[in-house]
């Protein structure tokens, strides 16, 4: 059974950093792009960042770049996401989602490119 489980968040100060991790079962890591999306309440999700299935190719939202990382270790059957100075408009929770087709990779952040996601974790930076 394809599973994606994240982990890491919690409540941080403002300048404060995090790394999330996204552990992945039931398929082959490494074949396919893994994104990071973020919801805030009463808001839409968005796309914070995503990374090919070799790792050798990322994007970033603009509000997170500079300050957030992209990575994945396809031998741990893990992507990361290493937050920095950290804002309390980061506040939300966060979830990683799988890319539909293997060896592809979009980098748009559409959400219709993505068809397996965790249940998220909830990051919270106070002010």
């Known amino acids: 059974q394809l599973q994606l489980v994240e982990s890491g968040g919690g409540l941080v100060q403002l300048g404060g950093s995090l790394r999330l991790s996204c552990a992945a079962s039931?398929?082959?890591?490494?074949?396919?792009?893994l994104g990071w999306f973020r919801q805030a309440p009463g808001k839409e999700r968005e796309g914070v960042s995503c990374?090919?299935?070799?790792?050798?190719?990322?994007n970033y939202a603009d509000s997170v770049k500079g300050r957030f990382t992209i990575s994945r270790d396809n031998a741990k059957n893990t992507v990361y996401l290493q937050m920095n100075s950290l804002k309390p408009e980061d506040t939300a929770v966060y979830y990683c989602?799988?890319?539909?087709?293997?060896?592809?990779?979009?980098?748009?952040?559409?959400?219709?490119?993505?068809?397996?996601w965790g249940q998220g974790t909830q990051v919270t930076v106070s002010s």
């Open positions: 989602a799988k890319q539909i087709s293997p060896k592809n990779y979009y980098s748009d952040f559409d959400l219709r490119e993505y068809d397996y």
């Open positions: 039931g398929f082959t890591l490494e074949n396919y792009a």
């Open positions: 990374i090919s299935s070799s790792g050798g190719s990322t």
